[in-house]
């Protein structure tokens, strides 16, 4: 039993290069979101998404994009890197009952020099 | 934005003491508080969830939730080394367009001493 998938669990950018995170649920739930965590902070919400083809932005969107194709994938795009991305990122997942948790991937430690 | 808040600590308790953890949340609306812990360089684990005022036990832990005040509490009773961690406060927020989010806190860090 899987549950929430990430990869890669670590990366280190280039100032303006891009890349992909990839998260990958098996638990057939609705919603999945996508949180950056800055040290000895809480989370905060890039993207989140109630299904295929809906997504919305959260609270720090910017530099960000994200997709949602499927029920089982919603990959995170950083589009020319900045030091300011320099965080863990964090991919969740929840059913759509409001009163239901959210399961978490590893986590993707993200360094931008 | 809704607002979670937390003592960020440290918050240091010796060992078989009971530690008090707070948060208190800005949305009335919200309908569901979770409490999760997270272990440093690791993701965060639910540890309880509660919707109705009052207390919820299940073991050690104990939540305690009080939506008049938008107050919501952790305490753990019989504290143990392996208990030194972050504890989230998360609160569900309804979103204007779809669905929901979970709201975070900033975490408090409990360190319980041998």
């Known amino acids: 039993n899987a549950g929430v998938t990430q990869t890669p669990k670590f990366r280190i950018l280039k100032i303006g290069q891009s890349m992909t995170l990839q998260c990958t649920q098996d638990?057939?739930?609705?919603?999945m979101y996508w949180y950056r965590q800055d040290p000895g902070m809480g989370l905060k919400l890039i993207y989140y998404?109630?299904?295929?083809?809906?997504?919305d932005k959260g609270e720090v969107p910017n530099g960000y994009n994200v997709s949602r194709s499927t029920t089982e994938d919603f990959p995170l795009r950083l589009e020319l890197a900045a030091p300011s991305q320099t965080s863990v990122y964090f991919c969740?997942?929840?059913?759509?009952?409001?009163?239901?948790?959210?399961?978490f991937g590893q986590g993707t430690r993200l360094t931008v020099v | 934005q809704k607002e979670v808040e937390q003592n960020s600590g440290p918050l240091s308790v010796p060992e078989g003491a009971i530690a008090s953890l707070n948060c208190t949340y800005s949305?009335?609306?919200?309908?569901?508080f979770f409490w999760y812990r997270q272990y440093s360089g690791k993701s965060p684990e639910l540890i309880m969830f509660?919707?109705?005022?009052g207390d919820k036990e299940d073991g050690r832990f104990t939540a305690q939730l009080n939506k008049a005040s938008q107050y919501v509490s952790l305490l753990i009773r019989d504290s143990q080394p392996s208990d030194s961690a972050t504890y989230l406060c998360?609160?569900?927020?309804?979103?204007?367009?779809?669905?929901?989010?979970?709201?975070f806190g900033p975490g408090t860090r409990l360190s319980v001493l041998p």
């Open positions: 969740a997942s929840s059913f759509l009952d409001p009163g239901l948790e959210a399961f």
């Open positions: 638990m057939n739930h609705n919603y």
């Open positions: 998404s109630v299904g295929a083809g809906i997504t």
């Open positions: 949305d009335r609306g919200s309908q569901s």
């Open positions: 509660i919707y109705s005022n």
């Open positions: 998360a609160v569900n927020e309804r979103r204007d367009n779809y669905g929901q989010n979970f709201v």
